[in-house]
């Protein structure tokens, strides 16, 4: 195999990679405070990225056509509108739930997740069809030998390493991030400090939420393409991930996410007759490590009081 | 000194709760005919609005403390008083290819949740992959029935050895994980699945697959039944097949709860570490249950596959798994009415309220999400175990 | 004699964290044992790791001439030993008669055939199991005999303190562990309880009992012996009398001087 062919794929596995960390560091942030999983993830991605179309449309009938404007309050609006989504959920599905056994919330937000896309479907103008997302990052490329990297993957990469950055940064350096890590801790004694903790979690729910927009935004700016069932499929894929790299640490988030996204891009490289065959190969792979590492790669410290 | 507890066929005397009780399915049987037979979208909306003001009329009036009486001391009695029901809907709509049909995809999907059950409702084993081994039973019997001579009849149990062999792959992760990570397992299977039936063309690709009919002895099912005068929608045969399915699973699953398996199955979802300072072995358990269950549930999807006669990878997606899911939660963890009540509801309901045919998935979610908030037991939540239910110590 | 337990250097690390350093301890057929020690000083995680619960770090234990090191729980329950926990461990949604049958899984025909499809033969072993499990529980609370079929979760933590000890009773074990069987309790509960455990030994025959506590009132009135643990070492050993004028005891638990 050529290495502009070998490149190519190293790009793509990249870009999805870090599209799955960012759904990936979500999940792990909800379940770090919460001891909780939020499936409906994904579908929270979904909304993003129909919320960043919606806006796009917004934005050309009010007649704003510069690209860069557009990107910059697609993505705010997005990650706006889908944090404050986000702490809805947690107030009114995810708090009341969270003295029920852990089954019950599982299954809740799964449901959640079918609640979103099916409104999504059924609600959305013509929304069971899959709407073309507009091409607003540049359409260059940059030669590099025989290989034409794309300047709106290039931008992407950055953009989702900036926000996972970000997001580290929030946790590790702010007080907000201090406050989270408390409550992720030990929510009681957390409490006894002082800190809100319906507060934080509401804020943490936000905070992972927007992460999955942008995730969402990305996707759509990448491939052009949204449609209603997007987010199942990453949801599944994010929270694997996220499992994988062990839950409650982001590191292990990130890890989890290019993780699947190499075992993907290694599936398809090495069947190229077959590359609908990835995934499979990719989900096998998955529950051999669950079978070899029941905590994930990155296991999580817990201990049972006997 | 204490007297030997009573024994053998001593039950209470027949009183009014029996009355209440057998009164209580008559209702309920002329509720499905009439509810079957409308056609009028308003009138099926009305009804459903009857039922949920008797049923609360009845909980007011403290009918359905004696309905559970009824049931409690007369089992045997009320158990075929539903039989009869069951029966007797059958017969009003015995022309009608259509009613049957749903009924039948009723019973088989309450076949299959039985199976569910054992594995989430007793064990605790978590399985998100339920319409996967459903759909390892339809494909085993498109590709037997095609492909080989073994009787159709055979073909059923064979089904369930498939899906409990495939569930087998997953055993090890199964039970080394817990909670979430054990969810991550059946879920990635699920999709692993779907995707695996659709590249792969050996097994008809995303066109999917024909499925031949069940016969029996030579009798093809899928010919109408007619004997002198009398005619009978030839989905008359799979009903009646479905029936006595549904017949063994039923009895199965309350033998098998009912006993000291059933015991230490709680014990391993309840508390792992105490079961297992008192012998219990839960990977023991849990295997058992996990291919006990997949044997139903294939079993169950080989009969679908067959009367449906045409399958294909979109039926057997992770959201029609998690259909199966609600079912048991919609009805209660470990409550065998609860998955009946609960089948019925989740078949045919879309069915009936076409216009909701398309909100199909968006209500029930929603359905399931409010009674995880509210009433999270179920509808019909699992009643006390009796070992013997003619047993009563004192 | 040669002892019913024999317990040798038995060692138990967490990390840096050494919980049990090196026990030796041995109890005789018949005895009642107190064990006793600070908060922390690896009392519940010996009978952790004998239990199977944890792995032995170190060490090795005999029961009955039988090696137990390292056995699974399983093991260790039909080598004839049973326990309660300190944090009650029951399973709330089942019965008392649920309860108590779990402790006697070991008596009980497990066979998936049999439960299924030898109904009668099921049926005798559920009424006499129910015979001795309402006898047992009927020592300790008569009026729990009365609600064998009540969900566990509707009584109080005295009621399930006692229904926890019936199902480490039921199967007839040879050594029983009782971990903090009184907390919750007032004196006189605590008093009754003790009489019915003692009761019980005597129909029983051959029970032998090591008993976590810090009542030293119980631990004085019942216990044959004691052992008292401090770090994951045995600091001292003899009867209550003895230990509790111990020098080195006092410090333990009150700090030098």
């Known amino acids: ?91 009114y599905l995810v708090l009341p739930l969270s003295n029920a056994p852990a089954l019950n919330i599982l299954l809740a937000t799964l449901m959640l997740g079918t609640v979103l896309r099916e409104s999504v479907r059924l609600f959305f103008p013509d929304g069971s069809n899959p709407k073309r997302f507009p091409r607003l990052l540049p359409d260059t490329v940059i030669p590099i030998g025989n290989f034409d990297l794309r300047v709106d993957s290039l931008m992407l990469l950055i953009t989702g390493l900036l926000v996972i950055i970000a997001i580290n940064t929030i946790i590790n350096r702010t007080k907000l991030g201090l406050a989270i890590r408390a409550v992720a801790q030990d929510a009681e004694t957390a409490r006894t400090m002082g800190i809100n903790f319906t507060l934080i979690v509401l804020v943490t729910f936000a905070l992972g939420s927007s992460a999955a927009a942008i995730a969402g935004v ?35 988030a990130i890890l989890g996410g290019f993780l699947f996204a190499t075992l993907q891009t290694v599936g398809a490289v090495a069947m190229p007759f077959a590359s609908a065959y990835k995934d499979v190969f990719a989900f096998a792979v998955i529950i051999a490590i669950m079978a070899w590492r029941p905590t994930g790669l990155i296991p999580e410290k817990t201990s049972e009081r006997v | 000194m204490s007297t030997k507890p009573e024994s053998g066929a001593a039950t209470r005397a027949p009183g009014p709760a029996l009355l209440v009780g057998l009164g209580a399915v008559v209702l309920l049987t002329c509720y499905i005919v009439a509810f079957l037979m409308s056609e009028d979208e308003s009138v099926v909306a009305g009804l ?44 009003v709509f015995r022309e009608d290819h259509f009613t049957l049909l749903m009924l039948t995809t009723a019973m088989l999907y309450m076949t299959a949740c039985l199976g569910l059950n054992i594995q989430l409702g007793y064990t605790g084993v978590l399985n ?26 055979l073909i059923l149990p064979i089904g369930g050895v498939m899906a409990a062999l495939v569930g087998s792959i997953l055993v090890i992760p199964v039970l080394r994980t817990r909670g979430h990570y054990a969810a991550v397992v059946t879920i990635a299977f699920a999709v692993l699945f779907r995707t695996f039936l659709q590249v792969n063309d050996a097994l008809g690709g995303p066109q999917g697959l024909s499925v031949p009919q069940m016969s029996l002895f030579g009798w093809g099912f899928n010919s109408n039944i007619e004997v002198g005068d009398f005619y009978a929608s030839f989905y008359m045969n799979y009903y009646l097949l479905a029936l006595l399915l549904l017949i063994g699973a039923f009895a199965l699953t309350r033998r098998v709860e009912r006993s000291w398996v059933g015991l230490s199955m709680d014990a391993t979802r309840i508390d792992e570490l105490a079961a297992s300072c008192f012998g219990i072995t839960p990977s023991r358990w849990k295997i058992t249950a996990f291919m006990l269950g997949n044997f139903m549930i294939g079993v169950a999807g080989a009969l679908l596959g067959m009367m449906i006669s045409f399958i294909a990878p979109a039926n057997f997606t992770f959201a029609d798994s998690l259909i199966f899911l609600s079912i048991v939660l919609l009805g209660g963890m470990g409550s065998v009415w609860g998955i009946a009540l609960a ?17 199909r998935f968006l209500l029930f979610s929603a359905l399931v999400i409010l009674v995880l908030l509210f009433r999270p037991n179920g509808l019909l939540p699992r009643g006390r175990r009796a070992y013997f239910p003619d047993w009563r110590p004192r | 004699m040669t002892a019913l337990l024999d317990c040798k250097q038995m060692t138990r690390r967490f990390g840096g964290l050494v919980a049990l350093d090196g026990l030796d301890l041995q109890v005789h057929g018949g ?30 234990a005999a029961f009955d001439g039988q090696e137990i090191t390292n056995l699974s729980p399983q093991a260790v329950y039909r080598a004839g030993i049973a326990r309660t926990f300190q944090r009650s461990r029951l399973c709330l949604p089942l ?15 497990q066979g998936l055939w049999n439960n299924i499809f030898a109904r009668k033969r099921l049926r005798q072993e559920v009424e006499s199991g129910f015979d001795e499990a309402r006898e047992l529980v009927r020592i300790f609370e008569p009026r729990l005999a009365d609600q064998m079929f009540e969900p566990v979760a509707n009584f109080p933590m005295i009621d399930r303190r006692r229904i926890e000890i019936c199902r480490a009773l039921i199967s007839h074990p040879r050594l029983l562990l009782l971990d903090e069987p009184s907390a919750g309790m007032t004196h006189e509960e605590t008093r009754e309880l003790m009489d019915d455990i003692l009761q019980v030994r005597e129909r029983i025959g ?52």
């Open chain 1, 218 to 252: 990305m996707n759509g700016l990448y491939y052009n393409e949204i449609n209603f069932g997007m987010g199942l499929l990453l949801g599944v894929i994010g929270f694997a991930s996220a499992i994988v790299g062990g839950l409650g640490n982001i590191y292990g």
């Open chain 2, 343 to 359: 089948s019925v509801i989740v078949v045919l309901l879309p069915e009936k309220l076409q216009m909701i045919q398309e909100y």
């Open chain 1, 1 to 91: 195999m050529d290495l502009s062919l070998l490149s190519q794929y190293v790009v793509n596995g990249m870009m999805l990679g870090m599209m799955y960390a960012l759904v990936a560091v979500g999940f792990t942030l909800f379940f770090g405070v919460l001891d909780v999983i939020k499936f409906s993830h994904g579908d929270v991605l979904m909304v993003g990225a129909f919320a960043g179309y919606t806006t796009y449309l917004g934005l050309e009938a009010a007649g704003i056509h510069n690209p860069v404007v557009q990107v910059v309050l697609l993505v705010v609006a997005s990650a706006a509108f889908v944090a404050a989504l986000g702490a809805v959920i947690a107030k």
């Open chain 2, 48 to 91: 459903i609005v009857a039922a949920g003001v008797a049923v609360l009329g009845a909980y007011v009036l403290g009918l359905l403390q004696q309905l559970r009486a009824a049931y409690r001391d007369h089992e045997r009695l009320m158990h075929a008083a539903i039989l009869l029901g069951i029966l007797v809907v059958a017969w």
């Open chain 3, 95 to 109: 019965s008392i008669f649920d309860n108590v049958m779990i402790g006697n899984h070991k008596r009980l025909d």
């Open chain 3, 206 to 257: 051959g029970l032998t009992i090591i008993i976590i506590e810090h009542e030293m009132g119980v631990i004085e009135r019942v216990t044959d012996h004691c052992v008292v643990l401090n770090f994951g070492q045995k600091i001292a050993e003899g009867s209550y009398r003895e230990v509790s004028s111990d020098r080195h005891v006092q410090e333990a638990y009150l700090g030098a001087e």
């Open chain 2, 128 to 153: 998100f992959a339920g319409a996967s081994f459903f759909g390892v039973g339809c494909y085993t019997a498109a590709v037997l029935g095609s492909e080989t001579a073994i009787p159709p009849l």
């Open chain 3, 31 to 60: 005895d009642i044992l107190g064990l006793i020690g600070p908060n922390g000083s690896g009392k519940t995680t010996f009978f952790n790791v004998l239990t199977g619960i944890y792995g032995y770090s170190g060490g090795t």
